[in-house]
């Protein structure tokens, strides 16, 4: 789930929680009064009907009119999230303990969009939290109605679909029917990476959070895989997890090309508009024809067909910015994935303004030597 209704939530349960006379009248007023306290309101109408409706996986694993299939997917989310707690040291809280069947084939829709004639993302503001790049949606139409109103607006629009969410700890976030329908390998990383996000998340930091909890999701899934005997599993989540960091590459390679052709033009925006559409042609020859053939795990048809503008772009950086700077650190770390995920937050802890910058230089230092005998 994005940051401002995850944060939204809380707000909203701290309220009811701790709801103080005259404050509570405010606030109320606020969330009824206002669109944004409009939004508030169904997020936490939407969280509420998920709450309510959850079953507990444990009792659906050992009842036996759960169907075969079904009971082998729920049993390898508690296998999952035991492995990420035991073994990676995650804080899996409650999460994924219980499960919930939606109404829906869609949880949520995350909107965002970018300028057209700059890499600069479309912001929305929210109490708390500030503003962020990005709005999740419960209600389809609504989703649409206002990707609509972006795009005519003039911006570049990327509306996608979300199949999980984690509320940071604060609710015990069950399982989803949409979840359930990854496979195996797919549903195991993301068990570990939604409660990555439980064990930290730095805030105002989406890009920083996302990509983390991807690398710890995939390096953790190849890991639990292995441990339990499934080689062939865990050689598919690396193979799957060496195409993302491919395309990681890609997308910083397509920013610093789009970003430096603004920087060349930029008191023209025809010219920005011209050179960004060159360079997004020559991008989708390089993504099809030069990087296609490589891939293992991404068929050359969803190649073909993604998005490439700013909207695209800005939104695939949220998720894949600078993974690979998380696998070095792996590697300096021995491998050992509960030590990298440990030194990792501590980094960020340690310059919660620049988390990204923090692992760089700790990558950077040379390792200190090893005792002599």
């Not at 969280?47 to 009971?71: C, F, Q, W, Y």
């Not at 598919?236 to 970003?259: C, P, Q």
Request: proline residues 4%.
């Amino acid at each position: 789930m994005n940051e401002a209704l995850t944060r939204g939530l809380r707000t909203i349960g701290r309220m009811m929680l701790r709801g103080v006379g005259g404050v509570v009248v405010v606030a109320l007023g606020y969330l009824v009064l206002t669109q944004t306290g409009c939004y508030f309101i169904r997020a936490g109408w939407e969280e509420g009907k998920i709450l309510k409706h959850r079953r507990s996986i444990s009792d659906m694993v050992n009842d036996s009119a759960t169907a075969p299939a079904v009971r082998q997917k729920l049993r390898l989310v508690l296998e999952a999230r035991a492995f990420g707690a035991d073994s990676i040291h995650l804080n899996a809280g409650r999460s994924f303990t219980k499960f919930t069947a939606l109404e829906s084939d869609t949880l949520v829709l995350v909107l965002s969009g970018a300028y057209r004639d700059q890499l600069k993302p479309k912001t929305w503001w929210f109490p708390i939290v500030g503003r962020v790049p990005y709005k999740g949606f419960f209600d389809v139409e609504s989703a649409k109605r206002a990707a609509a109103t972006l795009d005519a607006d003039g911006f570049d629009v990327y509306l996608r679909p979300a199949s999980a969410f984690s509320t940071l700890g604060w609710f015990n976030d069950p399982l989803l029917s949409t979840t359930l329908r990854s496979d195996s390998l797919e549903l195991a990383n993301t068990i570990i990476h939604e409660i990555t996000h439980n064990t930290f998340y730095a805030g105002g930091h989406a890009d920083f959070n996302e990509s983390f909890a991807n690398f710890v999701g995939a390096r953790g899934a190849a890991w639990f895989f292995r441990s339990h005997g499934y080689t062939a599993a865990a050689e598919e989540v690396e193979a799957r997890w060496n195409d993302e960091k491919v395309m990681a590459g890609f997308w910083a390679g397509l920013y610093a090309s789009i970003d430096s052709a603004f920087k060349a033009h930029p008191n023209e925006r025809d010219a920005r508009l011209a050179a960004r559409d060159t360079i997004y042609r020559a991008g989708r020859v390089t993504l099809v024809n030069e990087l296609g053939p490589n891939m293992r795990t991404i068929r050359p048809r969803t190649l073909e067909r993604m998005r490439l503008d700013n909207g695209a772009l800005l939104a695939h950086r949220i998720y894949l910015t600078d993974v690979a700077v998380f696998d070095e650190l792996w590697e300096k770390q021995g491998r050992n994935l509960p030590a990298t995920v440990s030194r990792i937050i501590e980094l960020a802890k340690s310059d919660p303004k620049h988390p990204f910058d923090a692992v760089r230089n700790a990558i950077a230092k040379p390792s200190a030597p090893k005792p002599t005998p």
